[in-house]
């Protein structure tokens, strides 16, 4: 082991050590006004930030947004499959080619439009927007809704494997969970998210989908799909579409689905961590006994009286 020489030590220096001693009674109680200080303008800031994004939902919500019967949304909770079904439904609304910088172009995020100010109107028909908005915010009007599920527990671990990505989290996995189940993160809780809208199930304008069932059956989700929003495909085409949307060719091309690619130099983020496995099951390894039975638990009340299934 190297030893470090001591500091230079003067009379000076023991001076002022001994004064910053003495002067503890008052540093202590300047040090938590200034603590309470900081956190009351950071509440301020919160305040301004929410009532920002508010303003401009409203905005969008009643000035900005023209509904066309031929909308569909894509809608869900993040990290269940959202950005497979934007490519889905671009493959079934274009002639497929890969020629855009990212996918936003074709299918935006509807509420963050409010703050690019993407002009809506000027997008062709069929439009097809991407949300995370839970029901209760989500626009009702005469449009088709398309709604992933994915199992719970999966998308904890993948979006805390977001959080370490993309929001430099730096807690564990137990931490991270903990804020899960009290929905203490970005979009809330999952279990209201997917309550709201498993009620509304067999309502003819929403169509239901469970990611695992898209792992299994792609083809067989998609013709679904297309069925549900009314769009005649060639059979020809079924089986580049099909192609097209699995995992490893999206992997391919992931800087035109990643939201962040454009800020990854600018913020120190890695590429290549948006899209992870797209397996199903991958996260529970990852889990505790005892984080399953606090998982299921909060499950068994909250989901399984609608008869919501746990893929």
């Known amino acids: 082991m190297v030893r470090l020489p001591p500091p230079p030590d003067t009379p000076g220096l023991r ?7 003495l002067l503890w009674p008052i540093r202590w109680p300047l040090s938590r006004l ?16 929410g009532l920002h994004v508010a303003i401009d939902y409203v905005r969008l919500m009643y000035l900005d947004y023209t509904a066309r019967p031929d909308d569909i949304f894509i809608v869900s909770y993040p990290r269940s ?7 889905i439904l671009y493959q079934l609304t274009t002639d497929g080619n890969m020629d855009f910088a990212h996918i936003a172009e074709k299918c935006p995020w509807f509420e963050r439009s409010a703050i690019s100010k993407r002009r809506l109107d000027k997008l062709p028909s069929p439009r097809v927007f991407k949300t995370h908005l839970p029901y209760i915010w989500l626009p009702k009007r005469r449009c088709r809704y398309i709604y992933v599920a994915r ?7 993948s979006f805390y494997q977001f959080y370490r990505s993309h929001f ?36 003819p304008r929403f169509l239901f989908l469970f990611y695992e069932d898209m792992v299994r059956d792609l083809e067989g989700a998609i013709r679904r799909i297309a069925a549900f929003c009314g769009l005649q495909i060639p059979e020809e085409r079924i089986a580049e579409i099909v192609r097209r949307c699995r995992f490893d060719f999206m992997k391919q091309h992931e ?5 962040a690619f454009e800020l990854l130099v600018d913020q120190g983020i890695m590429p290549g961590r948006f899209l992870r496995k797209g397996q199903v099951g991958e996260g529970q390894q990852s889990f505790t006994p005892q ?6 638990r909060k499950f068994q009340r909250r989901l399984a009286p609608l008869g919501f299934p746990l893929r």
Do not use: C, P
Request: proline share 0%; aromatic share 28%.
């Open 15 to 21: 001076v002022k050590a001994v004064v910053w001693r």
């Open 151 to 157: 199992n719970g527990k999966d998308v904890a671990w």
């Open 291 to 296: 984080l399953h039975e606090e998982f299921d």
């Open 81 to 87: 499959g959202t950005t497979w079904l934007q490519m």
């Open 255 to 259: 800087e035109k689905f990643d939201y």
């Open 168 to 203: 430099r989290y730096r807690g564990s996995f137990e931490q991270f969970f903990r804020l899960f189940m009290r929905g203490w993160v970005a979009w809330g809780s999952w279990f209201y998210h997917v309550r709201g809208y498993w009620k509304r199930r067999n309502d």
């Open 34 to 49: 200034l603590w309470i200080l900081s956190w009351v303008f950071r509440i301020i800031q919160w305040v301004a930030f």
